[in-house]
């Protein structure tokens, strides 16, 4: 189980820093990724099994590039603060931003994803001849 | 998608993006969010395409940004291992000696997070030299994870660079796939 538990989080080092204080814990064990990388990765979840509901998807309709720059300028702005040093988020708001991000590009991005591989899979099957009449 | 070249060369300007940020040292760091390095190369491809291509809706589809998405990490993968490779043969000592310094410098070291030094302790623990199955382990690990995130940059391309009036997002409905 244990060898398990650290390929996983070795596996997981690739995609994220793994930094024990920028992440969250559970019973003093660290999560195999950050807070901000959780967030985005949960809401991702979330928005996809949100664009499952037409309702709720047409309210998005037509709105593909707005909702990309909403869902991307909170978490940039975020690290762009970090970086020139203006302020320090904490896992907080690093875990808010990054659920922001994940929930807004599920709902963007996975009906794009479905939409192309229906495309594709359209490609691929001949379509239906009618029979000639007479 | 229309034009005088093919999808392949945009994917591959795309995974010399991809590939640099998996296989460079420095540039590796970019990774550490969320694959961006890797999933700035999907959206540097679709980007370059959009570029080349114009406006129009049927440029760049999104049929399209997915290829050029999966593509360009796939191109990535290859660029990367072998950039890797290349770094471990000829770089790998004088990575390890700058960390060594960092670490031996008091003054350095006490300037550093405690879990930078963590990290720089761990990467000193884990050298061994070129090692071909690190390479091969490197190729496959990153052969599942490029194309995943390649793919989720061309398409954050695809939707932030078209218009919204183009292919509104819209689930397929099963009933316009032919039978």
């Known amino acids: ?134 | 998608m229309q034009g005088n070249r093919s999808i392949f060369y945009y994917a591959l300007l795309g995974g010399v993006i991809s590939g640099a940020t998996i296989g460079l040292p420095v540039l590796g760091f970019l990774n550490c969010a969320c694959c961006a390095g890797v999933m700035l190369g999907g959206f540097l491809a679709v980007f370059f395409a959009k570029k080349d291509l114009g406006e129009e809706p049927s440029s760049v589809s999104r049929t399209d940004a997915l290829q050029l998405g999966v593509l360009s990490g796939l191109a990535g993968t290859v660029i990367g291992t072998i950039l890797h490779g290349i770094v471990m043969l000829v770089a790998g000592d004088v990575m390890v000696d700058l960390v060594s310094t960092i670490l031996r410098d008091g003054d350095l070291r006490n300037s550093l997070p405690p879990e930078l030094l963590i990290a720089l302790d761990e990467f000193m623990a884990e050298q061994g030299g070129f090692s071909l199955i690190d390479l091969t382990g490197h190729f496959f690990i990153w052969l599942f994870l490029a194309p995943l995130f390649g793919l989720v940059g061309g398409l954050i391309g695809y939707s932030l660079l078209r218009k919204d009036s183009q292919e509104p997002p819209s689930l397929s409905s099963p009933s316009e796939i032919p039978t």
């Open chain 1, 1 to 134: 189980m244990e060898v398990t538990g650290n390929r996983l989080v070795s596996f997981y080092g690739h995609i994220c820093h793994q930094i024990e204080s920028r992440s969250l814990a559970m019973a003093a064990f660290p999560a195999a990724v950050c807070s901000r990388c959780m967030g985005v990765y949960v809401a991702f979840l979330v928005g996809t099994m949100i664009t499952g509901f037409p309702f709720a998807m047409r309210w998005f309709a037509g709105t593909g590039r707005l909702l990309m720059i909403i869902a991307l300028a909170p978490m940039l702005l975020d690290v762009a603060a970090g970086i020139i040093g203006l302020y320090e988020s904490g896992n907080a708001t690093r875990l808010l931003t990054g659920a922001w991000f994940g929930l807004f590009a599920g709902i963007c991005i996975v009906p794009v994803a479905v939409d192309a591989l229906a495309d594709i899979v359209m490609r691929q099957v001949p379509t239906r001849r009618e029979p000639l009449a007479g």
